[in-house]
């Protein structure tokens, strides 16, 4: 009887043992094994990965849903008398009205009307305010644009009748015309570009030794000149070497 308790004792204890493994492996301590656990977010493929709606919407992406805000070309204006200019607006939506209005029809008149875009007319000395309406859906939005009417010039003229410069300096040398209300603007030129070029509100700018002469012309035919001299960095001291 003795024999046959340990027989059957030791029987269990060897069927517990090939049972234990088995078990701990699947379960120890609340851990699942790493055969059965599920694979962790950093382990997964690419493919696992289901994309977010914001991976492919444009409207997600601030720089793709801006809005644009409706604007005219210039909100300030100068005008010689006789003159035309084209005022525009900008960003405005296909099927949305557009009218044009001014406050001074002596100074300022509406010669034409094209979609987005009014010819202005300027007939006398003055000021005038040009209004905007654009309606966008149902929603008025109002532009200004402030206009001012000058005479022409009758005369112009340079303060300075010579300039130095070295080679790649600027320098803006800028024409006085006559009536003092004038808004006429005067044509700038260059004879000589090789040596020095001007910009169209008189800046010029050396870009080799030597000399050139600017001029600026109104409308009237009337002109004035003044000359520049170029001369390399190391001899910028030497004008009268050029000068002779």
């Not at 997964?44 to 709606?53: F, R």
């Not at 003229?157 to 004038?182: C, D, E, M, W, Y």
């Amino acid at each position: 009887m003795r024999k046959l308790s340990l027989s059957f004792i030791l029987y269990l204890i060897i069927g517990f043992l090939c049972l234990v493994p088995t078990t701990a492996a699947k379960d120890v301590g609340g851990f699942r094994s790493p055969i059965e656990q599920d694979p962790s977010p950093a382990t997964k493929s690419p493919e696992d990965h289901e994309p977010s709606a914001s991976s492919y919407n444009d409207d997600s992406d601030p720089r793709t849903n801006r809005i644009k805000a409706t604007k005219l070309n210039v909100e300030k204006l100068s005008l010689v008398k006789g003159a035309e200019f084209d005022l525009k607006v900008y960003n405005v939506d296909k099927g949305n009205s557009v009218s044009f209005q001014t406050s001074n029809t002596s100074v300022i008149s509406i010669l034409e009307v094209q979609s987005r875009e009014a010819v202005l007319g300027a007939k006398s000395v003055g000021s005038a305010t040009v209004t905007v309406v654009i309606r966008q859906d149902g929603k008025p939005t109002t532009l200004q644009c402030r206009v001012t009417v000058g005479p022409p010039a009758i005369s112009v003229k340079f303060r300075l009748r010579k300039v130095q410069l070295t080679v790649g300096a600027s320098k803006k040398v800028a024409a006085v015309t006559k009536p003092g209300n004038s808004k006429e603007s005067p044509k700038y030129t260059s004879n000589n570009e090789s040596v020095a070029t001007v910009s169209s509100n008189g800046k010029v700018t050396v870009l080799a030794p030597g000399k050139a002469k600017i001029t600026a012309k109104i409308s009237n035919g009337k002109t004035a000149f003044y000359r520049v001299v170029g001369v390399a960095k190391r001899n910028s001291n030497n004008l009268d070497a050029y000068l002779r």
